[in-house]
T-cell receptor, first 107, second 114 residues
């Protein structure tokens, strides 16, 4: 079993829909990252969380430390949000990555 | 400047070639990282430099040789690679090497070994 599990693995939605991507982890962590990777490679750090909730534009990230669970929400989704979203956790000064969620937003 | 710049963006090399990947940041970060990413897989950590000293080598074969000539630059020297080394190589940096630091990633070098 991976230390970081993401669901769903793939998600296709219509433009405008509310999107939720989930991340569960099994190790003690000091921080959790949500990352975005577009085709062609580069990774962008969206959020780093150690508790509570953060919001940036249409993106919201939450974390529940007791339940070892985090969610990434996208409101009013747009085709440009199509990408792979990766959850990664910091434990023992090392990042452990989830396998990613491939999101496709259809116009 | 909040960018990590990697060059080249694409590289094709034969198994007998020697090439280098370059990574540069001017954010004053003192921790720099090399990751390898195969298609549809998460990144795998290769090396970590902290204050220009190698602090983690994740059992990477010696045909990969990292170098950190100063606090802004990180190189990855490649020699006698195998076709299975074809992957996206990502550089990242953080303020310091601490578990709750935000990572900044470059756009990667897509490497093909023929």
């Amino acid at each position: 079993k991976n230390e970081v599990e993401q669901s769903p693995q793939n998600l296709t939605a219509q433009e405008g829909e509310f999107i939720t991507i989930n991340c569960s982890y099994s190790v003690g962590i000091s921080a959790l990252h949500w990352l975005q990777q577009h085709p062609g490679g580069g990774i962008v750090s969206l959020f780093m969380l150690s508790s509570g909730k953060k919001k940036h534009g249409r993106l919201i990230a939450t974390i529940n430390i007791q339940e070892k669970h985090s969610s990434l929400h996208i409101t009013a989704s747009h085709p440009r949000d199509s990408a792979v979203y990766i959850c990664a956790v910091n434990g023992n000064e090392k990042l452990t990555f989830g396998t990613g969620t491939r999101l496709t937003i259809i116009p | 400047d909040t960018e990590v710049t990697q060059t080249p963006k694409h590289l094709v090399m034969g198994m007998t070639n020697k090439k280098s990947l370059k990574c540069e940041q001017h954010m004053g970060h003192r921790a720099m990282y090399w990751y390898k990413q195969k298609a549809k897989k998460p990144p795998e950590l290769m090396f970590v430099y902290s204050y220009e000293k190698l602090s983690i080598n994740e059992s990477v074969p010696s045909r990969f040789s990292p170098e950190c000539p100063n606090s802004s630059l990180l190189n990855l020297h490649l020699h006698a690679l195998q076709p299975e080394d074809s992957a996206l190589y990502l550089c990242a940096s953080s303020q310091v090497r601490r578990s709750n630091e935000k990572l900044f990633f470059g756009s990667g070098t897509q490497l093909s070994v023929l």
